[in-house]
């Protein structure tokens, strides 16, 4: 692999190795040890999940099967928590097998769901609680009935979660606060009925407003993307998608990023001081902002590009390059793709 | 791999094996042979690129080095058109190292793209001349010069190709034939300075509008999206991610596809006679359309969803599942991804 950034065949992702270090430290400071719960889905990443570890944190949030088995696989196993639902037998008994290795806690919110977990092995759930975004979880006031019938079948109820993603974007501080305030009344509501150890709640975009769970599920931190950094938040953009200026004219150049190494769903990604016109499968067409004085990037030349989300862009890639300047210190598999 | 379509792990995409001869039957008596250079960025699969073969297209387009290095590591090389620039000397000399496997062309549109093919070794180029998309591309009217400097570097000048992507979804047919016939007109004046044999042009959404060019470069044709389905081509949305419901409620029902899953730059995907609310990293939420009657999709159950856009959808994943109504009749790779 490369060892110099300008050798770096592109398009390529790079972290830049200070920024994290900023990230992952900031965050263990406001959320120290058990108190956060990284979220491998942003970065999918077992490298960097060590790199947490070293910073405090030895539980773990995961999205997928692929992704318990994988952090397992590295070790990284000591408390995993697969916080979605999951009904493909085949995975959740490749899972349960695995449960000497690790302590697998999986997310049921149905009883389609604590059924499929029960009848593959596996010994430890928590309970989904729906506390306001319309996707997974159970409605709170069934929450308790959910977990009786848990233990009722030789199950560990380890205690609720509930993901306030619908809240994650909420720029007004006060009112978010008070909708967050609003989704752990709904969690804790439902924990008095479940039981257990475990309130799990949050994400980047509110973990410094939660004080009544017992972790935070924060995965973004990490890496950012330019929608998280709207937010004022006290992490640096330490993801970039590193590309090759390979067209120029005297409107607009090409760089070689795309649709194919970018997450789309919050929109265009972002250049210091250029205007993104648009996206295709392996091309950015961009050009200097009005009245910025700015040049039209050359041909050859190189361009930093900040994704606008960093889950679905990480998903696409082989490697994440950790940079410092003009060095690649190291080169980390994202082993964690897919489901 | 599973043999049934309801014990494939979720989320899969799956290829609808009737759709896709059709097709593929279709493309081929419209472009009969070397009148179609199929885009394999629009499927990454050399099993796929293979029944095109066998549909008596043996010419490629490619938009990464890896999609040609590939093409030609399963012997589908005859001869392979990068339709796209690329300053990165290390895979333009793996390229060049290959070319006695396969008659590799490269596109170039600046002298800088010149020097770099032709130093890496490269012996066959063709001018990218810009035909209306702001992207790559020369002038028209310096298409020749650039040719005339390649020549004298001892390269062969295949011909001139021109992408006019701006015009694929133009909805008025008659606006949509004046538009494409303007931008031939441009790569016809380059082609006249240029010379060589091949005018190289078009997608699916404008192969019937083209007469006047050699081959026309038609990825989505074979597997579509819901994007071109609006286009009213004779093509069958073949393409589905088949995904699992994993919660319901009395207003919404979840699936486990979501934005990694899910090119998403045009938009949400579509799932018949349901309404999509939004899409997650792993999850879409949705429910019945107003008024249809349909029941919420209960937990378990199986969802198929066409993607709005094919060719960033395909590059999340590692598979496609070939069926034919339950039956799963092949797994193929999608072994091109990357660059």
């Given at each position: 692999m490369a060892t110099r950034l300008h050798d770096l065949p592109t398009p390529a992702l790079i972290v830049d190795a200070d920024a994290l270090e900023h990230n992952l430290a900031t965050m263990a400071e406001a959320k120290p040890g058990a108190?956060?719960?990284?979220?491998?889905k942003a970065h999918k990443?077992?490298?960097?999940?060590g790199l947490q570890s070293l910073h405090g944190h030895r539980s773990?949030?995961?999205?997928?099967?692929?992704e318990v088995m994988g952090m397992i696989a590295s070790s990284m196993g000591d408390d995993l928590l697969l916080a979605n639902e999951v009904l493909d037998a085949r995975r959740l008994m490749i899972m349960a097998s695995l449960q000497d290795q690790a302590q697998i806690t999986i997310a049921i919110d149905s009883d389609a769901t604590l059924d499929a977990a029960a009848e593959a092995g596996l010994t430890r759930v928590i309970i989904d609680v729906n506390?306001?975004?319309?996707?997974?979880?159970?409605?709170?006031?069934?929450?308790?009935?959910?977990?009786?019938?848990?233990?009722?079948?030789?199950?560990?109820?380890?205690?609720?979660?509930?993901?306030?993603?619908?809240l994650m974007m909420v720029t007004d501080r006060a009112?978010?606060?008070?909708?967050?305030?609003?989704?752990?009344?709904?969690?804790?509501?439902?924990?008095?009925?479940?039981?257990?150890e475990v309130v799990s709640s949050g994400g980047t975009g509110t973990y410094d407003l939660h004080d009544r769970v017992t972790e935070v599920q924060t995965g973004s931190y990490a890496l950012m993307d330019t929608s998280y950094a709207?937010?004022?938040?006290?992490?640096?953009?330490?993801?970039?998608?590193?590309?090759?200026?390979?067209?120029?004219?005297?409107?607009?150049?090409?760089?070689?990023?795309?649709?194919?190494?970018?997450?789309?769903?919050?929109?265009?990604?972002?250049?210091?001081?250029?205007f993104v016109w648009f996206c295709s499968d392996e091309h950015i067409t961009f050009s200097p902002e009005r009245d910025s004085g700015n040049a039209i990037a050359p041909v050859g030349s190189h361009v930093k590009v900040a994704p606008a989300h960093v889950d679905p862009t990480v998903?696409?890639?082989?490697?994440l390059h950790i940079v410092r300047g003009e060095e690649v210190l190291d080169t980390w598999a994202i082993d964690l793709r897919g489901w």
């Open positions: 108190a956060n719960r990284p979220h491998v990443c077992t490298p960097l999940a773990f949030t995961c999205a997928t099967p692929r506390v306001g975004l319309p996707r997974c979880g159970i409605a709170p006031d069934k929450a308790g009935a959910l977990a009786d019938r848990a233990r009722a079948r030789g199950l560990t109820v380890a205690g609720v979660m509930g993901y306030e993603g619908h009112e978010k606060k008070a909708k967050v305030d609003e989704a752990v009344d709904l969690l804790l509501a439902a924990h008095a009925d479940v039981g257990g709207s937010l004022g938040l006290p992490f640096r953009q330490a993801l970039h998608l590193w590309t090759t200026v390979i067209a120029s004219t005297d409107q607009w150049a090409v760089c070689d990023g795309g649709l194919k190494s970018l997450g789309m769903d919050h929109g265009n990604p972002a250049i210091e001081g250029q998903a696409y890639h082989e490697y």
